[in-house]
C-alpha cells in the first residue's frame, strides 16, 4: 500500500500557548493574569505548579525557533499574553512585551515559519476579571482594543489571526465547573461568558480588519465529537442534541450563523434570559471566516438520564461537583472505551474524521485547520549510547492514526488546510500543574533542557515529506542526513 501523501501546501506545525511556556511571570513589565492568581490560589492547581518559570520560553525563545526549524515545521501556532503587552487589559501597551514578540515573530519569519497567532489562550488580564471578567460586555470591548493595537504593532509579521482559543472551557470550566481559572462557579456567569466570548471574537475580527484589510482571520474551538451510548434510542439522540447545542452550536451558531440555535435558549432559559445579548450582537458576532480552527483530542458518549441518583459528568475535564453541562439534568457522560491516554482521554481516532466531515457537510465552503491534536503519556528519558531519547511510541501512534483520520476527512472531501501538533514541548497542562507532557519535545523542568522525543523525529519525518511514515520511523536526524 503507498503511503498517505498530502498536498505541498499542507500547513504543517506546532502549537504553544504563552501561560503554559513563556514563564517570567513578573518579568518585563508583565501584568498578573487569571491564571496567575488561579494557579498560586492553594489547592487550584496539581502541586501547586504555576506558570511562573513554566519553559521558561521567555528566554529561550531563540533556541525553541531553532528547534522549529530544525523540525521542518511551515508554521507555528503561539499565543501572545494579552497581560504582557497591555498589563491591565486597556490602557497603554507595555513596549517590553510587545518588543519580545515582534521579536519572536521576526526570528520565525526569518526561518520561512509562518506565524498562526493567537490572541486569546485564558490568560486574561486579572484587572479585566476583578471588574467582571468575562460576565461583563466591557471585556469583549476591551479584547478588541488589544486585538487592533496587535494588528496595528503586530500586523506586519504574522500570517493568520486566531481571535479565541476554545472559549468552551474559558466559559464553561472557568465560570462553570472552575476547573479553569478564574474558577468561578456559577451557571448564570457562565452563559453570559459564553456570549461575551462570541461577542469579543466578532468585534476583534473585526477591529483586525479595520487594521489590515486582507487579514486571514480565524478562531479556534474544541468541538466536542459527541456519540450516543445507543445508537437506536430516540432519548439517547435527544441527549447528543443537548450537549452538542452548549458544547458546539453555543459558538457555531452565531459565529457562523449570526443566531443562537433555540434548543439551547430553550434548554437553559431556567438558568438565563440571556438578555445579555443586545440588540445588534448577533451581526457582531457574525465575521467571515478564512478558516475555522478545531481542536481534537477524543470523543464524549452520552445518554438519557431519567433516574434521579448519582449521575455521572465525567466528561473528561475534571469533576468539582460543579458541572460545566450547566442546565442540564437529564444526560450523563458513559465510561469511553480505551485505549486511554495520561489524561484519561480515550483514544478514538474517527472522532476527527467525524467532526471535519461533519463541520464540511453543515459549513461545505469553510476552510479547515486542526490547531491542536496531541497527547500526553508518562515518558520516560533514557540513555541509549550516551544520547539522550524518549522512547514515545504511543504518541507516535497517536499523531500518525490521527493524521490518518484528517487524510479520511479530505478524502471525504472536508476542506482541512492544516495540522498543528500539539504540543511543540512538555508544558504546564492547566489544572494539571506539570503532570501531563504533551510535548513532542521533552522539557526536563529543573534545567529547562529539552530533548527531542522519537514523535519529534517521525514528525520531522511527516512534514518535510508530506507522506505519513510509518510508526517505526523514528530513527534520529541529524543534519546533513
Ligand atoms: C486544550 C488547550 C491546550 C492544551 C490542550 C491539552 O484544551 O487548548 O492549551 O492544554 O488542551
Known amino acids: 500500500m503507498n503511503a498517505r501523501t498530502f498536498p505541498a501546501d499542507f500547513l504543517w506545525g506546532t502549537a504553544t500557548a504563552a501561560y503554559q511556556i513563556e514563564g517570567a511571570a513578573t518579568e518585563g513589565g508583565r501584568g498578573p493574569s487569571i491564571w496567575d492568581t488561579y494557579s498560586h490560589t492553594p489547592g487550584r492547581t496539581q502541586g501547586g505548579d504555576t506558570g511562573d518559570v513554566a519553559c521558561d520560553h521567555y528566554h529561550r525563545w531563540a ?15 503561539l499565543s501572545i499574553s494579552w497581560p504582557r503587552v497591555q498589563p491591565g487589559g ?10 519580545f514578540y515582534r521579536r519572536l515573530l521576526q526570528a520565525l519569519r526569518d526561518r520561512g515559519i509562518r506565524p498562526y497567532v493567537t ?8 484587572e479585566l476579571e476583578d471588574a467582571g471578567g468575562w460576565t461583563d460586555r466591557r471585556t469583549s470591548e476591551a479584547f478588541a482594543e488589544y486585538a487592533r493595537h496587535m494588528a496595528t504593532e503586530l500586523g506586519d509579521l504574522v500570517d493568520a489571526w486566531t481571535t479565541l482559543n476554545e472559549p468552551w472551557c474559558s466559559a464553561y470550566l472557568g465560570y462553570g465547573s472552575g476547573v479553569h481559572a478564574p474558577g468561578r462557579t456559577e451557571p448564570a456567569a457562565a452563559l453570559a461568558a459564553v456570549h461575551h466570548l462570541n461577542l469579543a471574537h466578532g468585534l ?7 487594521v489590515l484589510p486582507g487579514a486571514q482571520v480565524s478562531v479556534t474551538l474544541n468541538l466536542h465529537a459527541i456519540r450516543p451510548a445507543d445508537a437506536s434510542s430516540a432519548a439517547d439522540a435527544e441527549a447528543v442534541r443537548t450537549i452538542d447545542a452548549l458544547a458546539n452550536r453555543a459558538f457555531l451558531g452565531p459565529m457562523l450563523d449570526g443566531a443562537y440555535p433555540q434548543d439551547l435558549l430553550a434548554g437553559t432559559a431556567h438558568v438565563s434570559d440571556w438578555s445579555f445579548v443586545h440588540d445588534g450582537d448577533l451581526e457582531l458576532v457574525r465575521q467571515p471566516l478564512d478558516v475555522l480552527g478545531v481542536n481534537y483530542y477524543s470523543t464524549v458518549t452520552v445518554r438519557h438520564f431519567a433516574g434521579d441518583g448519582e449521575r455521572s459528568e465525567n466528561d473528561g475535564h475534571g469533576a468539582s ?6 442546565g442540564v439534568t437529564d444526560v450523563e457522560f458513559v465510561e469511553q472505551p480505551g485505549p486511554y491516554t495520561a489524561m484519561g482521554w480515550n483514544i478514538e481516532p474517527s472522532g476527527l474524521t467525524d467532526l471535519l466531515v461533519g463541520l464540511h457537510r453543515t459549513y461545505p465552503d469553510l476552510p479547515l ?5 496531541g497527547a500526553a503519556f508518562d515518558d520516560e528519558l533514557v540513555l541509549d549510547g550516551g544520547v539522550r531519547r524518549v522512547h514515545d511510541d504511543r ?3 497517536y499523531l500518525h492514526d490521527h ?30 500543574g506539570y503532570s501531563r507532557r504533551f510535548g513532542i519535545l521533552h522539557v526536563d523542568y529543573p534545567t529547562g533542557e529539552r530533548t527531542w522525543k522519537d514523535s519529534a523525529h517521525w514528525y520531522r519525518r511527516l512534514v518535510t515529506s508530506g507522506e505519513l511514515p510509518p510508526v517505526d520511523a523514528v530513527a534520529p536526524w541529524s543534519p546533513g542526513r
Do not use: K
Not at 90 to 99: K, Q, R
Not at 403 to 413: F, H, I, M, Y
Open 204 to 210: 476583534a475580527a473585526r477591529a483586525i480588519r479595520e
Open 369 to 373: 485547520a486542526v490547531t491542536e491534536n
Open 90 to 99: 486597556s490602557g497603554p501597551l507595555n513596549p517590553e512585551g510587545v518588543a
Open 395 to 397: 504518541r507516535v501512534a
Open 403 to 432: 493524521v490518518e483520520a484528517l487524510g479520511v476527512a479530505r478524502d471525504a472531501g472536508a476542506d482541512v488546510r492544516g495540522y498543528f501538533a500539539w504540543s511543540l514541548m512538555d508544558n504546564f497542562e492547566w489544572g494539571y
Open 321 to 326: 461537583g460543579h458541572s460545566p453541562w450547566i
Open 63 to 77: 533556541e525553541d525557533v531553532d528547534h522549529l526549524d530544525r523540525l521542518g515545521v511551515d508554521a507555528y501556532r
Open 119 to 126: 490572541l486569546y489562550h485564558w490568560d486574561l488580564p486579572q
